[in-house]
């Protein structure tokens, strides 16, 4: 079984340019969440779609934004990239809205330069 | 404070030796989950649990609700377990996860 796979695995922009990472959860997996690691920090919520829609969000500035898809894969944009975005982008997913167990995806480092 | 905090923050053992790291909470949860992450960045969950002791190789987690505290041990440490081991409350209400920051082991041979 295929696991969470995230796309690109390494991404360099342009302060001011926009980013789209992107995230397929397991298959069947309908909740796709997103998580910022920023160097030296830990782990921060940003946030989370099932069934499609937006049903959390952490506290990241608006030009942190997303979808989910009807397949259930997601995409997270940031706009207006400022040098501070500069993170490992990590995507999980579980199986709904309970207590399920998450499963990772590897990453996708962004660098602002 | 944090909501989640671990100790230690570092730990260094010799290889064989038996491991502990404690992760206590300070906010309502409906389950504690503990992760591994390696260099680069990869994240693996270990365990999800909201009672009592799960165990997996050589892997236990346990977890007291009325303590607000959880406890991640290895047994006969490796090498090859030197990772990040991260703890994290799924909030009663909806599904994100909050982090603590993280203990980073090392394992000597």
């Known amino acids: 079984e295929a696991g969470v796979t995230q796309s690109p695995t390494h991404l360099i922009k342009t302060r001011g340019q926009q980013a789209t990472l992107r995230c397929s959860p397991i298959s069947g997996h309908t909740s796709v969440y997103w998580y910022q690691q920023a160097l030296g920090l830990g782990l921060q919520f940003l946030l989370w779609y099932d069934e499609g829609e937006e049903r959390n969000r952490g506290n990241f500035p608006p030009r942190f934004s997303g979808r989910q898809f009807p397949n259930y894969s997601s995409e997270l944009n940031v706009n207006a990239l400022e040098l501070e975005d500069s993170a490992l982008y990590l995507c999980?997913?579980?199986?709904?809205?309970?207590?399920?167990?998450?499963?990772f995806g590897s990453g996708t480092r962004l660098t602002v330069v | 404070k944090n909501e989640v905090e671990q100790s230690p923050q570092n730990l260094t053992a010799q290889e064989g030796e038996f491991i502990t790291i404690n992760c206590s909470y300070s906010v309502g949860i409906s389950a504690l989950h503990w992760l591994q992450q390696h260099p680069g960045g990869g994240i693996v969950s270990l365990f999800m649990l909201s009672s009592g002791k799960k165990k997996h190789g050589r892997l236990i987690a346990t977890i007291n609700i009325q303590e607000k505290h959880s406890s991640l041990h290895i047994t006969a440490s490796h090498p090859r377990d030197s990772a990040v081991y991260i703890c994290?409350?799924?909030?009663?209400?909806?599904?994100?996860?909050?982090f603590g920051a993280g203990t980073i082991l090392r394992v000597k041979s």
């Open positions: 999980a997913s579980s199986l709904g809205r309970g207590a399920y167990g998450y499963t």
């Open positions: 994290a409350g799924r909030g009663e209400y909806g599904n994100k996860l909050v």
